[in-house]
């Protein structure tokens, strides 16, 4: 069928799935600095552009072949994209192979994104304890246990009503990164401008090696290879070949903006605040004026406690369908699941948020560099097939 769509139209899309990943990826974590501190500027500014264009390179590829993959497979939710990806479901959605490789599979990617999801929200508890105690002095544990009461509460009465401001916590979060750095400009501009091109201011910081860094990036960036699950539930407006790799493309380049944005933030302060739980908001403590760091707690601040709760409601609610006692109401399952995976989440944000970035995150990538990453491009020589059958046709 003749692509009759404008090119606006067509920009559109593209440019709507780059949005919404912004978005999803542009939360309360990443705002806080420590995925900037961990990753892109750990050895300075010029390895900095290198590591966000691998990052970029990487996640852009991945989701262009996934969407692509979606588009041939009409996989419309993540569990048929990693069954139709195993070869275990046609394009007609017809399952096929064996019941228990089929259950297998369907388990383990129940697992994967379970525990991404602890990781996750245990991260934004970590960010939470962290904030509470920069402004009132509550202990971290404390903060952590506040914060696990009240994600269960928003949880079950308030994640309806968040989900709604996610788009506008998403703006508000990165117009106070915008100021931020303009107020960094002025004071460190000097410092900045000094670093940005450098290969060897920096490299010493830290305690890898700069090949052992970019390893440690790499690894991380295997988690983008789990993008296609979620991507399945978005995909709707993807048509074409082009589409796919163009919508891959705006993923990538806007989510490597967010990197961009944060990394500039905090390079002139490193490594001073690479050790710090929320980088810019020690920043903005010690450096800016006390109405940016009021306006920047506040934004921060709201957008974990309405992405957390969020991305609990989700996660537990998947699993009520497990639960098949009728006699249950459905609000207490979704509250006890919920308190379950918060208990997990709270023992995990013990760790802290740093800890989370260098050593969950890398696990998680790995296995998704395995049980993703070559499944994916396996799959590129599949959408070839299909595709060419499809002419012939």
């Not at 970029?56 to 993959?69: E, R, S």
């Not at 246990?145 to 401001?165: D, E, H, K, T, W």
């Not at 990165?174 to 303009?182: E, G, T």
């Not at 739980?277 to 601040?301: D, E, F, G, Q, S």
Request: proline letters at 2%; charged letters at 15%.
């Amino acid at each position: 069928m003749k692509d009759t769509r404008t090119g606006f139209e067509k920009f559109m899309v593209w440019f709507g799935l780059g949005a919404l990943m912004f978005g999803t990826y542009c939360g309360a974590n990443m705002a806080s600095g420590a995925y900037a501190a961990n990753y892109m500027v750990t050895k300075g500014g010029g390895h900095m552009w290198l590591l966000i264009g691998m990052f970029v390179v990487i996640m852009a590829f991945f989701c262009g072949a996934a969407l692509d993959f979606i588009r041939v497979y009409n996989t419309r939710e993540y569990n048929s994209f990693y069954l139709a990806l195993w070869g275990l479901r046609d394009e007609e959605g017809n399952l096929k192979g064996s019941k228990l490789f089929q259950m297998i599979v369907t388990v383990f990617y129940d697992f994967y994104s379970t525990v991404i999801g602890v990781v996750t929200v245990a991260a934004t508890m970590s960010l939470f304890a962290s904030l509470m105690k920069s402004l009132w002095g509550v202990p971290t544990g404390i903060g952590s246990l506040i914060a696990l009461l009240l994600f269960a509460f928003l949880s079950m009465y308030g994640a309806a009503f968040l989900r709604r401001f996610n788009s506008a916590m998403t703006i508000a979060l990165a117009i106070s990164l915008v100021a931020i750095l303009a107020l960094v400009i002025g004071l460190k501009g000097d410092v900045m401008a000094e670093r940005l091109t450098s290969l060897t201011i920096g490299s010493d910081w830290g305690a890898r090696t700069v090949k052992g860094h970019y390893w440690f990036v790499f690894l991380y960036c295997g988690i983008c290879c789990s993008w296609g699950g979620p991507l399945s539930n978005y995909c709707d407006r993807i048509k074409t070949k082009s589409d796919a790799w163009c919508s891959g493309i705006f993923i990538g380049v806007m989510i490597g903006l967010v990197f961009l944005l944060t990394s500039l933030i905090v390079l002139p302060y490193m490594p001073d605040v690479a050790t710090e739980n929320a980088p810019i908001l020690a920043i903005c403590t010690n450096h800016l004026p006390k109405v940016m760091t009021a306006i920047y707690w506040a934004v921060v601040m709201f957008s974990v406690v309405s992405t957390g709760p969020t991305f609990i409601f989700t996660t537990s609610n998947r699993f009520i369908k497990v639960w098949k006692n009728d006699n249950i109401k459905p609000r207490v399952k979704l509250f006890v699941i919920a308190m379950a995976f918060l208990l997990l989440c709270l023992l995990l944000s013990f760790v802290g948020l740093i800890a989370i970035c260098q050593v969950w995150y890398k696990w998680l990538g790995t296995l998704g560099i395995y049980f993703m990453g070559i499944p994916i491009i396996y799959s590129l020589f599949r959408v070839a097939r299909k595709d060419r059958e499809a002419k012939k046709g």
